[in-house]
Nanobody
Framework: QVHLTESGGGSVQTGGSLKLSCVFS????????????MAWFRQAPGEEREFVAA????????YYSDSVEGRFTASRDNVENTVSLQMNSLQPEDTAVYYC????????????????????WGGGTLVTVSS
């Protein structure tokens, strides 16, 4: 069974930065982090969960939503089994619960194109940006 645990959320002012992290655990079942495309989604109050960023299994390819392109950077460490999201120039509209997702079959591009949602989700971490 795959478990994902996010951390790094908090409260910042407009223009500030945060770095989110997500730790992947495959447990005793032997699921390996490098076999999963990873993604970040977010859900603002009263809104649907939306795609933010995705990263390929190797970490060489990343995808971003238009709203965060140029401000957010996704990365992964296949030794430490973590995926991160560096968020710069934060705006109040970035306020949301951020979720880490893991996809076992499809490429990260399918998540970015909204054709596929991740198989596994973390519990989320709250980011609040005040003006």
């Amino acid at each position: 069974q795959v478990h994902l645990t996010e951390s790094g959320g908090g409260s910042v002012q407009t223009g500030g930065s945060l770095k989110l992290s997500c730790v992947f655990s495959g447990g005793s079942s032997g699921y390996r982090f490098e076999h999963y495309a990873m993604a970040w989604f977010r859900q603002a109050p009263g809104e649907e969960r939306e795609f933010v960023a995705a990263i390929s299994r190797s970490g060489r390819t990343t995808y971003y939503s238009d709203s965060v392109e140029g401000r957010f950077t996704a990365s992964r460490d296949n030794v430490e089994n973590t995926v991160s999201l560096q968020m710069n120039s934060l705006q109040p509209e970035d306020t949301a619960v951020y979720y880490c997702g893991a996809e076992s079959i499809y490429a990260a591009s399918y998540i970015a194109s909204r054709e596929q949602v991740p198989d596994y989700w973390g519990g989320g971490t709250l980011v609040t940006v005040s003006s």
